[in-house]
């Protein structure tokens, strides 16, 4: 843990609104609204959602001028930071920091030249934004993109490199540096070398275009996870083809098993055996449905047999260790009770109450 702490804390921070990244503040968890911008009720819901999914910080992409005016009002209404994400239009981003964005993302791919590039630098420092230089594979600047001796990994580092540098030189740090690719492997080989290179510059974490709820939960699990353990990342997005609200949860769940934040109860529950002899899974699924609404920082064991459920339950802070169509509820690893199969759920949630 040591080590994860002073590799964090050597970033410098990035003001995000009321949210520092970087610095050895908390890792950020951030989500983007998939919501029409021109509809600022319907983007400002999903806003709210994903806040109350653990969003910190919600990115929100102005796709033309018109949405700047619905963008402000979302700005002036949101519970979180809003991020403006801009894509060929420079203009764009200098409106969105006038409408109140907190933060704007641009890619080094479309933005378009230096002249532009300062525009946005004047226009943001003006502001009090900071910006996210987000680099993608899918859209390298074309002089980077087209050479046949580097690799990916090396392709994504030059193009950070260059505007980071660019940035730096006309004095404004307020920056965060993503570079993202669907690889996993291209993901970390890419973030080990940008945190070596750029040492100072707090990291956005994501794999892009990680797929669907399945596939893009292991993805996300395993690039990011990887380079969290190593102390690699101020922020992260997992990206999920589904309803946003489902990747806060996955990203606090990569935080909380990795010991770095936790925003919620630990469900520790036994995978089942022949010896279970009880109904688990569906008292398990249950229990972690319920556990949703819960904030308290807990851990919570529903184990299924005599062979490890009592002193896994016994060392959660609440736990139940089931027999023969009944369980045992302990409370800091003293029985409290014994109850009858079809009790085990609503009895653990007082259990719970009562902490």
Request: with cysteine; glycine share 10%; aromatic share 2%.
């Amino acid at each position: 843990m040591a080590t994860r702490d002073t590799a964090r804390a050597r970033t410098r921070a990035a003001i995000v609104g009321g949210v520092r990244i970087g610095g050895g503040a908390p890792v950020v968890v951030q989500s983007m609204t998939c919501t029409d911008t021109h509809d600022e009720q319907a983007t400002l819901a999903q806003v709210r959602s994903l806040a109350d999914a653990g969003c910190d910080i919600v990115r929100v992409t102005v796709p033309d001028e018109d949405a700047l005016a619905p963008f402000a009002k979302i700005c002036a209404e949101a519970p979180v930071p809003i991020v403006a994400d801009i894509h060929f239009d420079y203009r764009l981003a200098i409106g969105a920091v006038r409408a109140g964005a907190a933060k704007l993302r641009i890619n080094p791919g479309n933005i378009g030249s230096w002249e532009k590039v300062d525009a946005v630098i004047d226009a943001a420092g003006e502001a009090g934004a900071a910006i996210r230089i987000g680099v993608n594979a899918g859209s390298l600047e074309r002089d980077i993109a087209e050479r046949a001796d580097l690799t990916q990994p090396e392709k994504l580092v030059a193009s950070s490199l260059r505007f980071v540098e660019h940035f730096e030189q006309r004095g404004f740090t307020n920056i965060v540096l993503s570079a993202k690719a669907h690889s996993v492997p291209t993901t970390i080989e890419t973030y080990r070398a940008l945190s070596r290179e750029l040492p100072q510059v707090p990291l956005h974490l994501g794999v892009t275009e990680a797929g669907t709820v399945r596939q893009g939960t292991i993805k996300s699990s395993v690039g990011l996870g990887v380079l969290l353990a190593e102390g690699i990342g101020d922020t992260l997005r997992v990206s999920l083809t589904a309803d946003p609200v489902e990747e806060p949860p996955v990203a606090w769940g990569i935080l909380e098993c990795l010991g770095i934040r936790r925003r919620g109860p630990e469900l520790v529950s036994c995978p089942t055996c022949g010896r279970t002899q009880v109904d688990l899974i569906p008292i398990a699924t249950e229990v972690e449905r319920r556990l949703q609404t819960v904030t308290k920082p807990i851990s919570v064991a529903v184990m299924g047999c005599v062979v490890n459920g009592p002193g896994e339950a016994s060392d959660a802070d609440v736990g139940v260790a089931c027999g023969r169509g009944c369980g045992l509820l302990f409370r800091h690893g003293e029985v409290t009770r014994k109850v009858s199969e079809d009790d085990i759920v609503d009895a653990l949630m007082e259990e719970i109450d009562r902490l």
